[in-house]
């Protein structure tokens, strides 16, 4: 059974950092394509980063340049380091991994392993 468990989140004001981790079980980090997402009341899930086997990365524009997607294999561990977090950051943020293909993307669709979430607030 494949397990995806965030953790790291919680509030903090505008300007601060935050990492977020996602810890695998049954699936292995640097098989496929992995992603972060996030929800925000209102609004549908939004890719945030992505990274392949290969350790490609891909972004929002909206993050680029502030957040970093990374993995440790030998923790088997994904992690999104947020830096510069504004108000508009705050939402639900979710792990994602697929068991399929080889090129990343940031559309939910493209993922079939989800984790349950970790709340991230920022206020100003």
């Known amino acids: 059974e494949v397990q995806l468990v965030e953790s790291g989140g919680g509030s903090l004001q505008s300007g601060g950092s935050l990492s977020l981790s996602c810890a695998a079980s049954?699936?292995?980090?640097?098989?496929?394509?992995m992603g972060w997402f996030r929800q925000s009341p209102g609004k549908e899930r939004e890719g945030v980063a992505a990274?392949?086997?290969?350790?490609?990365?891909m972004y929002a524009d909206s993050v680029k340049g502030r957040f970093t997607i990374s993995r440790d294999n030998a923790k088997n561990t994904l992690y999104l380091q947020m830096n510069s977090l504004q108000p508009e950051d705050t939402a639900m943020y979710y792990c994602a991994a697929r068991s399929f293909g080889e090129w990343c993307a940031l559309a939910k669709s493209e993922y079939n392993y989800w984790g349950q979430g970790t709340q991230v607030t920022v206020s100003s």
């Open positions: 990274i392949d086997k290969y350790r490609r990365t």
């Open positions: 049954g699936y292995t980090v640097s098989s496929y394509c």
